[in-house]
């Protein structure tokens, strides 16, 4: 079998060579689209990352690929209306890092709650004013999850760790797992107003967007926290700023960012026509980045070493089961 990896950093090839022996095996580091296509003749196969991009006219010049592995969860740079139309099956990795983000929101949960990014910036400064550097204890605090899914689970899971009371929104509620986490469904009303926390782990879906926007602002219990660790669009960026601006949230941690989706390389910019949105978008960071009660970090909740294995041992369990003629993560 004849498979073409993209988007491959050296450890990864590393890592995957020993478990196709046999295959004629391309890597590159590059990402696949149009405008990057090598010589692919024969490649039954290929594997990508979320920057790749096959469209129609790509796949269309592929003429024996039967399969795409996608090393993502999301497929949507996958034109899977063509690859259904021509019989190339398409495979992603459904679940890789629900605990490591969960880990990484609790990160963002106690930065904010015990100032540990104020206080690294004052051990730097030589400054010894602990009164500005009183935190808060998570035990006896109300947390809300907005989403319950792998990723919400694992963070009640925690939060409970903590002595945390938590509440839960989600349109599809499990009351075995209420009892067996011990956590409370509630409304989004009745979430917003009474947690000191809310963390979003909602899919971002039409229904989702501007989840939080000005008039659930208001509905939070002054001086709470927002964490977002799942998508950027759930958050209405301008609501969050005047929402921080008047004190009405109390400090933000922020893994995700509205628009961030729109920035995949800075020339992109110049020709993408939602490069007005993506510039708006690069404004609203800067003033996110100067407030001292918000803690951003890069789209970096799924970054931990398992994880980044997870996603190739995944990756290689799909191709593996399509070589047997079997099914396994199959979006097409």
């Not at 039954?44 to 006219?57: D, I, K, N, P, T």
């Not at 002054?222 to 929402?243: C, H, S, Y």
């Not at 978008?281 to 997870?310: C, G, I, Y």
Request: aromatic share 6%; net charge negative.
């Amino acid at each position: 079998m004849n498979i073409a990896f993209f988007e491959v950093k050296d450890w990864e090839r590393d890592y995957l060579v020993p478990h196709f022996s046999g295959c004629r095996l391309h890597f590159s580091a590059e990402r696949l689209d149009e405008h990057h296509l090598p010589q692919l003749e024969g490649f039954e196969c290929v594997s990508v990352f979320v920057h790749s991009r096959l469209s129609a006219g790509l796949l269309e010049r592929l003429s024996q690929l039967k399969l795409v592995a996608t090393r993502s969860t999301g497929y949507d740079h996958v034109d899977t209306a063509a690859c259904r139309a021509r019989a190339i099956a398409v495979a992603n990795v459904p679940n890789y890092g629900e605990n490591t983000v969960a880990e990484h929101t609790f990160a963002l949960i106690l930065s904010l709650s015990r100032n540990v990014h104020k206080s690294y910036r004052h051990a730097l400064e030589g400054r010894m004013d602990l009164a500005a550097l009183t935190g808060f204890d998570l035990e006896r605090k109300t947390l809300g999850v907005a989403g319950a899914g792998r990723i919400g689970l694992h963070v009640i899971k925690i939060a409970r760790g903590f002595g945390m009371r938590v509440l839960v929104y989600d349109v599809r509620q499990d009351s075995f797992l209420a009892e067996l986490l011990n956590f409370d469904y509630a409304p989004l009303e009745r979430l917003l107003a009474q947690s000191d926390i809310l963390t979003l782990h909602a899919p971002y879906l039409a229904a989702t967007h501007h989840l939080m926007n000005r008039e659930r602002f208001r509905l939070m219990k002054r001086g709470a926290l927002l964490i977002n660790t799942a998508r950027g669009a759930l958050v209405d960026t301008d609501a969050l700023i005047e929402a921080l601006d008047s004190g009405q949230l109390g400090g933000a941690g922020l893994d995700v960012l509205e628009g961030e989706e729109l920035i995949k390389e800075e020339h992109e910019l110049l020709h993408a026509p939602q490069a007005a949105e993506a510039l708006q978008a690069l404004v609203r960071r800067s003033v996110l980045l100067k407030k001292d009660n918000v803690v951003l970090t890069p789209h970096n909740a799924f970054n931990s070493r398992e994880a980044l294995q997870r996603i190739l041992d995944t990756t290689i369990e799909n191709v593996q089961a399509w070589q047997r003629g079997e099914s396994l993560n199959r979006v097409v």
